[in-house]
């Protein structure tokens, strides 16, 4: 399952959906997560939100070796 859905093979996975009307700040959501020490896969759900999903893309750059990121819109 984690490869068909091009998922880390060993890291946890923690998916981050904010719901499509903007609740929450998903953004910073991502910089926190991307400072925890322990190895994570962080999947973002931005919907339809094209602006959001290009925001969160953007921080692959920077996100440390630890971690994975993968931005899914719909």
Same mark, same amino acid.
């Given at each position: 399952?984690?490869?068909?859905?091009? @998922?880390?093979?060993?890291k946890p996975?923690?998916?981050?959906? *904010?719901?499509?009307?903007?609740?929450? %700040? =998903?953004?910073?959501?991502?910089?926190? @997560?991307?400072?925890?020490?322990?190895?994570?896969?962080i999947? *973002?759900?931005?919907?339809?939100?094209? %602006? =959001?999903t290009?925001k969160?893309?953007?921080?692959?750059?920077?996100?440390?070796?630890?971690?994975?990121?993968?931005?899914?819109?719909?």
């Amino acid at each position: 399952m984690r490869t068909k859905h091009g @998922l880390s093979a060993h890291k946890p996975v923690v998916l981050l959906s *904010a719901g499509g009307f903007g609740v929450a %700040n =998903l953004e910073h959501m991502v910089d926190v @997560l991307m400072t925890m020490t322990t190895p994570a896969h962080i999947v *973002a759900l931005c919907g339809s939100n094209e %602006n =959001l999903t290009k925001k969160i893309a953007k921080r692959r750059d920077a996100i440390p070796s630890r971690h994975a990121l993968s931005v899914v819109g719909y």
